[in-house]
């Protein structure tokens, strides 16, 4: 069995800086979030095809599951920055594994479930960030890496597993 699929298999990519803007860092998240369940609205009656693309079957549930573990990770990466703690290295299977459960139907429960759920952690962010000097979102750590302000900028891609479904109103 191979595990910790993830764990080196995009280093080139977050060795990249992260693109930001002037945009308020405290709403990008919550505005990312709110993009993803809109789109998610469409997935009621899914038929149960995945879509694939970008090398990866897709299915709601999996784009969900990967906008909560990617929001997940991510905040606990800055919690744990903020408290000077050491941050928990991913070891998520990511993208590159499609599970079982992510082939469940769509129904409007699940749709309930994940706006909760992706709701809370989008609040998280923005309790979080508020009120965060800028020089503290601004600043590199001392190891390197990405900047507070670099790591929200690319947590709000997250609508990418999202636009990977489609919407799929009248799909089928």
Excluded at 33 to 57: F, I, K, Q, Y
Aim: proline fraction near 5%; glycine fraction near 8%.
């Amino acid at each position: 069995m191979v595990r910790y699929l993830t764990m080196n298999q995009y280093a080139d990519a977050y060795a990249e800086l992260p693109a930001t803007d002037d945009r308020d860092p405290v709403e990008l998240v919550p505005a990312a979030v709110d993009e993803v369940l809109e789109m998610a609205e469409s997935w009621l009656g899914w038929d149960g095809r995945p879509v694939c693309r970008d090398g990866n079957a897709w299915t709601p549930h999996k784009a969900l599951r990967r906008v909560g573990d990617h929001l997940l990770d991510h905040l606990a990466e800055i919690e744990c920055r903020l408290a000077g703690q050491p941050t928990i290295p991913d070891r998520w299977h990511g993208r590159m594994v499609t599970t079982d459960a992510d082939f469940a139907r769509f129904t409007e429960v699940d749709l309930d479930e994940a706006t909760s759920r992706l709701g809370r952690l989008a609040a998280c962010y923005r309790a979080r960030l508020t009120g965060l000097d800028p020089d503290l979102l601004d600043r590199r750590p001392a190891a390197g890496g990405w900047t507070l302000r670099e790591v929200v900028h690319h947590v709000a891609n997250v609508t990418y597993y999202a636009r990977v479904v489609g919407d799929l109103t009248g799909a089928g």
